[in-house]
């Protein structure tokens, strides 16, 4: 029962799904080196299908996209409780004869979470934010422009994101969200929790990322924020899923910020239930080892 | 500067992760950058074996061994203690574990993961829903602030935490230790919201296509035969053979991580997966 009068049926399942990369610019019977963009194909290997083939180098057909979907809403939508998402839903920049711009990041992103609100919400009530399926986005390193690059804000990029996630992301946390981009959503409310992280700010690739060592660096206050948030949560005997695009591996965050998270996720480990990624598209797991990272922090000490 | 650091540190010193083993997941990852073409994934995966299995499987044979000669040594004295030696028990709780997903991008085969996790319990625990002690809009409002006072309070640039220390303040973005009175959570002993087991679902493109080409040439027009061929499908659960897991517990994780270091055939299958089935090879 939740508040409101309002009930819920759990399931115990829950779907996590990441890097759909979408390409509009793919068309069906081009050729696979010309990013299955245009071409005649030289041969029937080079020949784009309708839903793509594995390792050859395209995105994601649109038709793969939406088929994709569209058996997720078939066969799942009833059976989850709610749904990690974990970013890049844009095609790569992978074409010199069609560079991605910003407002088709934008574009394609509010597209895609439209898409998702439709499935996942709630048909019958007219409040938009009443989802029968959570969902809880968070953003990839080709959801920014330019690639990689993204600063905390506010700036154009936050706001856009808050307007295109305004369903998703709790009302009363859009404001610290058009700032950090991080937030969580009480998927059982008072009981569990499932944080979308920003992972870009503590993403070795992302320029703006140095160190998490100064406080005017993202990703030292996205630790701090984290910090509170997940203080809050032990108060509240709340237990928590961390989400995010970029999975924390010492070559993908910077080398403190990487020990700092580690030692986060292990601290907090009384409520932390585990960590969904995306970005590196190989199913596979990591053991984040605390007492390395306590090491590495007290010898830069 | 790899080069220096091995020659400083041999190539496995103590505890040393070093970080530029992982350099071909970078490249990898740099490589890929432009596109969702598959570069050096093998050679990644390999060195996640190496990194993490390896050592966590060579931590567990030296902690059993230990364990091993101290009760062979204590044999005499006490057999009433000849239990069979519990490998690493106790010492799971220092690993975290990080699941990086399979994407539906055909970098492989597309896929998702649908997690299963433990609700029992739950109706009866709900009734403590309403006692918040605090609503979420104040802690938010009060959070600004306090983030604010946090970073208002003296920059210090140079050297950081030691720096940070020396001046007696603290860096609020290393955390305190765990309490020690609190209970490890869902990730370490079977309780509410604790993970039980994982379906892996994909889509194989060749035998879509394959598919959805007979369909066309069965007079089918494009949407019927797209509806016709399109499919998810399992391709393993976490309980699976041939190393199926009893739940996913951290100590799962480790459990599983030690047989992969040891077992080639396990490996083989393992990397299939990771690959999503596509055949993958670098």
Known sequence: QLSGGKSKTLRGRFLHITDIHPDPFYKTGTSVAQMCHRGKPEDKSDRAPRFGTAMNGCDSSMDLMEYTLKWVEDNLRDQIDFVVWTGDNIRHDNDRRNPRTESQIFDLNAQMAQRFEKIFRNPDNIDPRDFDVEVIPSLGNNDVFPHNLFSLGPTLQTRELTNMWSNFVPQEQQRAFARGTSYFVEVIPGKLAVLSIETLYLYKANPLVDTCNSKKEPGYQLLLWLGYVLEELRSRNMKVWLTGHVPPLPKNYDGNCFHKYTLWTNEYRDIIIGGLYGHMNIDHFIPLDAKKSWKAIEKSN | ?282
């Open chain 2, 1 to 282: 500067s790899k080069a220096f650091n091995e020659k400083k540190n041999g190539e496995f010193g103590d505890d040393d992760d070093s970080d530029d083993v992982l350099d071909s997941a970078v490249e990898a990852s740099d490589a890929r950058i432009m596109g969702a073409k598959p570069v050096n994934k093998v050679a990644y995966i390999e060195k996640v074996r190496e990194t993490y299995y390896n050592k966590i499987a060579s931590k567990a044979s030296s902690f059993a061994s230990r364990r091993s000669r101290k009760k062979h040594k204590n044999k005499n004295k006490n057999d009433k203690n000849n239990k069979k030696p519990t490998h690493y028990k106790g010492k799971v709780d220092r690993y975290s574990i990080v699941t990086v997903a399979g994407s539906v991008i055909p970098t492989f085969n597309p896929a998702f993961r649908v997690w299963e996790y433990n609700i029992s319990g739950l109706e009866s625990s709900c009734s403590t829903n309403a006692m918040h002690t605090q609503e979420w809009g104040t802690f938010f409002d009060n959070l600004e602030t306090k983030i604010e006072q946090d970073l208002m309070e003296e920059e210090n640039t140079f050297g950081w935490a030691g720096a940070l220390w020396r001046s007696g303040k603290i860096d609020k973005t290393i955390p305190s230790r765990m309490p020690t009175d609190l209970p490890l959570g869902p990730a370490y002993t079977p309780q509410l919201f604790t993970p039980t087991r994982f379906v892996q679902y994909y889509a194989d493109l060749k035998d879509i296509e394959r598919k959805y080409s007979q369909a066309l040439d069965d007079g089918l027009n494009e949407e019927e035969a797209a509806a016709k061929a399109f499919a998810y499908q399992v391709e393993y659960s976490s309980d699976d053979a041939p190393y199926p897991m009893k739940s996913l517990l951290t100590k799962d994780y480790i459990d599983l991580a030690v047989e992969l270091a040891y077992n080639e055939t396990l490996w083989t299958k393992f990397t299939e997966r990771a690959f999503l089935s596509s055949g993958y090879d670098d």
